[in-house]
C-alpha cells in the first residue's frame, strides 16, 4: 500500500509541474527583447519569405524564432499588434486594405506612401521591394476561349452565370468580391469557400467547379496549368509589393539594413523561380531555398 | 518516411510540440476530474449535473472549441493555452466519467472494512478507494490521451498544432511525404503513451494481475 | 453573440444553414451506414468465431489514433477534391467504434444460451444472426451512437478541403475572424449530435427487445 500511495503523490506531482504552463511557461512569454519572432500566413510564398527573413536575420546573429503557417491576414495580424510575432512578410495593397477599407490608392509609391501613414502605431514596413504578388481573376484557357476573356471587363456579362472560387475571406475583403462589385458591376452565380492560392482553389479551376478564381500572379500553378489571369483595368486589385511588416521596438538597424537588402534584390522573376522551385517534384523544405537564394543574391 | 530523415530536427521540434500540447492538458484535466467524479460517485445531484454537461461538451466539435477558445478566453493569438484549455476541456468530460464509475465499483464491503480499522475519509480515499479505481480510471486515462494526441493537429487552424503543421504544409505543397510524416508520428505517439500507461497501470496494480 | 445564428438572411439559399445543416446530415448517415456494413460483420465474424480478437482490440486502437485531418488531406492529395475523401475519413472514424462494440457484444453473450441455440439444431449461421447478434445488440447500439456522436463532430473537418456541411461556418467564421458565425457552426454540430443521438436512441427502444432492454452498467465486471 505504501508503494502506491508513493506512485500516486508523484502523479500527483507530476500533474502539478504539468499545470505549470497555464501560470506561465516560459514559451509563452513575450520573447527576450533581442529575439524576433518571425510569423507566416498560411501559403507557401509567405512561408517562404518569412524563411527568408528568418535566415537573413540569423546569419547576422540576431536571434529569431519561427512561427510558420498562422493563417491569414484577419488572424496574424492580430498577432503583430499583441505582439505574438514581430516581424512578417507582406503585401503592400492588401495589407493597406486591411488596416484602411476605403484606401483609393492603386500605385505602388502611392500605396506605399499611404500604407506608411495608416498603419498602426507601433508597426513599421521597411522598404519596398519591386517583387509584385497580386491577387487576380483567374481562369483555365478554355474558359478563356470560350468567352473571349481578356480582362475582368470581358467577364462582367458572364459573371451572374459563373461560380468564382477563393479563400473564404475574399467575400469580405474589399479587394475581393465587394470590390469587384463596385468597381465593375460584376455578381458571381455562387461563391465556393476554397483556399488562399492553394490545391483546393487549382483543382477547383481545372475541375470546372469553379470557372473563374482569385489564385495569385506569381503561383507557379499558373504557368503550369496555363491558367489565364485576366487584367485588371479598374485596379481592384492595388500594386502588392513585397515588404517586411515589422514591429518598431524590434527594428533596430541592423535588422532594417539586412532586411532592405534582401528587398533591394527581390523582383517579381525572383518570386516566380523561387515558387517553381518550392513546387518542383523534390519538395524542398522553404529553409533551404531561402538559404539558397540568400547564397546566391549574396546576402 | 525520408522526409523524416531529411528532416531530422524540424520533426523533433514538432514531435516536442506536439507532445507537450497533448500531454499537459491530460495531466491537468486528471487533476481537475479526480475530484469531480469522486463527487459524481457520491452524490446524486452532482450525477445528474455533471454528466449531461461533460456530455454536451463531448458534442462540441474540437475544430470549433479550438477556434473559438482564443477568442473567448481571449490571450495572445499564438499562446499555446488556446488549445491546452480544449483539450483539457475534453479530458475532463471524458475523465469525470471513468473516475465515477471507477470509485463507484469500489466494493462496499471494502471501503466498510477500511473504517472499521479507522481510516479517515482523505486517507481512506488515497489509500483505498483510489488505488482500487485506478484500473477503470487508468483505462479512461489511455482513451483521453491517445484523442489528445489525435486532436492536437487541429490546433495548426490557429497556427498551433505539432504535427497539424505538416498536414497543411504538406496540403499546400501538394506533398504525401510531408503529411504522411506528421500522421505516422501521431500514431507511433499515441501507440507509445498508450503502451506506457498501461505499463503504469499494471506497475500501480500487482492485484489486478495476481487475481487473476 | 448570437446574432449571427438568428440573423434570417443566413437561413436561405444555397448556402443558408439549412442546407449545411442537410449537407451534414448526409454526410453523417451515409457514413455510419458505410462503416456499419463493414464493422458490424467484420465485429460479429470474430465475435463468433472467437478467433483474432486481439486483431480487432489492435485495429480498433490503431484506428482510433489517425488524425482525421491527415487522412482526409492524404485522400484528397491521391484522388483529388469531392465528397469521397470526406467520406474515406469518417468511415475509418467510425469503423473502430461498433467494431469493438460488436465484437464485445458478441462475446458477451451467456455461453449457455449459445450452447442452447446449437442444442436445438440450429446453424452456425442462425446461431449467430437469430441469437447473438439480437442479444448483442444493446453493445453494438452502444458502438454505433458512440460511432454517431463522433461522426457528427468531425464532419465538421469536410469544409477544410472545400466540401459542405456546418464545417463551413466555422472555417469561414475563422478566416473571417467572425465569432458569432464560428459559434452558430459550433452550437449547431452539437444541437444536431444531439438530435441524431436521440433518433438513434428512439431506433434502438423499437428494435431491441425488451428483455434486453435494462443495460447493466459495469454490472458484469
Known amino acids: 500500500m505504501k508503494r502506491i500511495a508513493t506512485a500516486v503523490a508523484a502523479v500527483m506531482l507530476l500533474s502539478a509541474c504539468g499545470g505549470d504552463p497555464l501560470t506561465g511557461d516560459g514559451k509563452n512569454e513575450p520573447a527576450p527583447t533581442d529575439t524576433i519572432v518571425v510569423g507566416s500566413a498560411n501559403f507557401p510564398e509567405s512561408r517562404l519569405l518569412s524563411e527568408i527573413y528568418a535566415e537573413a536575420l540569423s546569419a547576422k546573429g540576431v536571434k529569431v524564432s519561427k512561427k510558420p503557417n498562422i493563417g491569414n491576414r484577419e488572424l496574424y495580424f492580430k498577432g503583430v499588434q499583441d505582439g505574438s510575432i514581430d516581424l512578417i512578410p507582406e503585401y503592400t495593397g492588401v495589407l493597406l486594405k486591411h488596416v484602411n477599407k476605403e484606401a483609393p490608392e492603386v500605385g505602388a509609391d502611392e500605396v506605399y506612401a499611404a500604407l506608411q501613414k495608416a498603419l498602426p502605431k507601433g508597426l513599421i514596413v521597411l522598404d519596398k521591394s519591386a517583387a509584385e504578388d497580386k491577387d487576380a481573376v483567374v481562369v483555365t484557357k478554355q474558359i478563356a476561349a470560350q468567352y473571349s476573356l481578356k480582362s475582368i471587363d470581358d467577364l462582367v456579362p458572364y459573371c451572374k452565370d459563373l461560380s468564382f472560387g477563393g479563400p473564404p475571406e475574399f467575400q469580405n475583403r474589399p479587394d475581393g468580391l465587394p470590390g469587384l462589385k463596385a468597381k465593375y458591376n460584376c455578381e458571381f452565380k455562387e461563391f465556393k469557400a476554397l483556399d488562399v492560392g492553394g490545391p483546393l482553389t487549382v483543382a477547383g479551376l481545372k475541375d470546372n467547379t469553379v470557372q473563374a478564381a482569385d489564385l495569385f500572379t506569381t503561383d507557379a500553378a499558373i504557368k503550369a496549368n496555363e491558367f489565364v489571369v485576366l487584367e485588371d483595368p479598374k485596379n481592384v486589385f492595388a500594386a502588392q509589393n513585397v515588404l517586411p511588416l515589422i514591429n518598431e521596438k524590434k527594428a533596430s538597424q541592423q535588422v532594417r539594413d539586412t532586411l532592405n537588402a534582401i528587398s533591394k534584390k527581390l523582383d517579381t522573376k525572383t518570386l516566380l523561380e523561387l515558387n517553381e522551385k518550392l513546387s518542383s517534384p523534390d519538395k524542398p523544405e522553404p529553409e533551404k531555398v531561402a538559404k539558397e537564394w540568400l547564397a546566391s543574391a549574396g546576402i | ?212 | 453573440m448570437f446574432g449571427w445564428l438568428f440573423d434570417p438572411a443566413h437561413w436561405s439559399g444555397t448556402t443558408g444553414i439549412p442546407v449545411r445543416l442537410l449537407e451534414h446530415l448526409g454526410y453523417t448517415l451515409l457514413t455510419l451506414l458505410i462503416a456499419a456494413l463493414i464493422a458490424i460483420p467484420l465485429g460479429a465474424f470474430v465475435g463468433h468465431t472467437g478467433k483474432g480478437g486481439f486483431v480487432i482490440v489492435g485495429l480498433s486502437n490503431a484506428l482510433r489514433a489517425l488524425p482525421t485531418t491527415a487522412v482526409l488531406i492524404l485522400v484528397v492529395l491521391w484522388a483529388g477534391l469531392g465528397d469521397f475523401p470526406v467520406y474515406v475519413a469518417l468511415v475509418l472514424l467510425a469503423i473502430p467504434p461498433i467494431m469493438a462494440g460488436t465484437y464485445a457484444g458478441v462475446r458477451a453473450v451467456d455461453p449457455v444460451t449459445v450452447d442452447a441455440a446449437r442444442g436445438v439444431g440450429m446453424r452456425e449461421s442462425g446461431v449467430l444472426l437469430q441469437v447473438e447478434i439480437p442479444n448483442a445488440l444493446p453493445l453494438i447500439y452502444g458502438g454505433f451512437r458512440g460511432a454517431a456522436l463522433q461522426v457528427v463532430a468531425t464532419a465538421t473537418i469536410a469544409a477544410y478541403t472545400g466540401a459542405g456541411g456546418l464545417g463551413r461556418l466555422v472555417f469561414d467564421g475563422l478566416a473571417l475572424q467572425d465569432f458569432g458565425q464560428m459559434l452558430a457552426g459550433a452550437v449547431l454540430v452539437a444541437l444536431l449530435a444531439v438530435l441524431v443521438d436521440l433518433g438513434f436512441a428512439g431506433l434502438q427502444r423499437l428494435t431491441v427487445s425488451p428483455g434486453l432492454r435494462p443495460v447493466g452498467t459495469g454490472g458484469k465486471r
Open chain 2, 1 to 212: 518516411m525520408t522526409w523524416i530523415f531529411e528532416n531530422w530536427e524540424r520533426f523533433w521540434e514538432v514531435t516536442a510540440v506536439h507532445l507537450r500540447l497533448s500531454v499537459v492538458p491530460v495531466l491537468i484535466g486528471f487533476v481537475l476530474a479526480v475530484p469531480l467524479g469522486w463527487w459524481a460517485s457520491r452524490s446524486q445531484t452532482a450525477r445528474a449535473v455533471l454528466f449531461p454537461f461533460a456530455n454536451v461538451l463531448f458534442t462540441i466539435p474540437s475544430i470549433a472549441l479550438i477556434v473559438i477558445t482564443p477568442v473567448l478566453i481571449g490571450v495572445k493569438i499564438l499562446d499555446e493555452i488556446n488549445v491546452i484549455v480544449p483539450l483539457t476541456v475534453y479530458t475532463v468530460a471524458l475523465m469525470i466519467r471513468s473516475v465515477a464509475d471507477a470509485l463507484s465499483a469500489v466494493p462496499g464491503n471494502v471501503i466498510a472494512a477500511a473504517n472499521a480499522m479507522g481510516y479517515r475519509p482523505l486517507r481512506r480515499f488515497l489509500t483505498v478507494d483510489f488505488p482500487l479505481a485506478l484500473p477503470v480510471t487508468i483505462a479512461g486515462l489511455r482513451v483521453a490521451t491517445v484523442s489528445n494526441i489525435s486532436m492536437v493537429s487541429v490546433g495548426a487552424l490557429v497556427g498551433l498544432g505539432g504535427y497539424g503543421q505538416l498536414f497543411t504544409e504538406g496540403y499546400q505543397t501538394d506533398y504525401t511525404g510531408k503529411v504522411l510524416a506528421g500522421l505516422i508520428g501521431t500514431v507511433v505517439l499515441a501507440v507509445l503513451a498508450d503502451g506506457l500507461l498501461l505499463l503504469i497501470g499494471r506497475l500501480l496494480t500487482p492485484w489486478a494481475r495476481a487475481g487473476r
